[in-house]
């Protein structure tokens, strides 16, 4: 497998269905929806955070929930994106990092061109095999199983206890 470390990177981006959810929406008899994502992304995105890496979420979806939870995670989000790569293009060249230097991690067809664009890329294990085949990094958990805990772990080879005892 490739390696990678955090000094490789300028920008990590996340897509949010499939990716920090399960990719299942649920839906209430008055036609709200909800997700399911993992707790463990959560002190992921804290510890990635200490390292002032630029950090998004880019999401197709037009639910709040994405807005939600991006909020609760203190990482900006793009939403209700349809051209992903256009998108991105846009926010590196406003924000100033290197798409060379940006691992992008996606599931399906509509993150296919953003991650083309980027320098690295990684999928969760139940990614549509497109994804996979054109991904630097085939990830060993599926989407809102902690997917963002692997990579910083498991690939960046992050000690987090390390990390969060430093101040």
Same mark, same amino acid.
């Given at each position: 497998?490739?390696?990678?470390?955090?000094?490789? +990177?300028d920008a990590l981006i996340f897509d949010f269905d499939g990716v920090l959810t399960n990719n299942k929406v649920h839906l209430d008899q008055n036609g709200n929806e909800w997700v399911s994502c993992s707790?463990?992304?959560? &002190?992921?995105?804290?510890?990635?955070? %200490?390292? %002032?890496?630029?950090?998004?979420?880019?999401?197709?979806?037009?639910?709040?929930?994405?807005?939600?939870?991006?909020?609760? +995670?203190?990482?900006?989000?793009?939403?209700?994106?349809?051209?992903?790569?256009?998108? &991105?293009?846009?926010? $590196?060249? %406003?924000?100033?990092?290197? &798409?060379?230097?940006?691992?992008?991690?996606?599931?399906?067809?509509?993150?296919?061109?953003?991650?083309?664009?980027?320098?690295?890329?990684?999928?969760? &294990?139940?990614?549509?095999? %497109?994804?996979?085949?054109? $991904?630097?990094?085939?990830?060993?958990?599926?989407?809102?199983?902690?997917?963002?805990?692997?990579? +910083?772990?498991?690939?960046?080879?992050?000690?987090?206890l390390k990390i969060m005892s430093s101040k």
């Amino acid at each position: 497998m490739k390696k990678i470390k955090l000094d490789d +990177l300028d920008a990590l981006i996340f897509d949010f269905d499939g990716v920090l959810t399960n990719n299942k929406v649920h839906l209430d008899q008055n036609g709200n929806e909800w997700v399911s994502c993992s707790r463990s992304d959560g &002190l992921a995105f804290d510890v990635l955070r %200490k390292f %002032k890496k630029h950090t998004y979420i880019i999401s197709t979806e037009k639910n709040k929930v994405v807005a939600a939870r991006a909020k609760k +995670l203190k990482i900006p989000v793009l939403f209700g994106i349809q051209n992903k790569s256009k998108a &991105l293009k846009k926010l $590196s060249k %406003k924000k100033l990092f290197n &798409l060379d230097r940006t691992l992008y991690v996606g599931n399906d067809l509509n993150d296919y061109e953003a991650i083309k664009l980027c320098g690295y890329s990684a999928c969760p &294990l139940d990614s549509h095999k %497109k994804i996979k085949k054109i $991904s630097t990094f085939n990830l060993d958990v599926k989407g809102g199983s902690g997917v963002v805990r692997y990579i +910083l772990e498991e690939l960046l080879k992050l000690n987090f206890l390390k990390i969060m005892s430093s101040k």
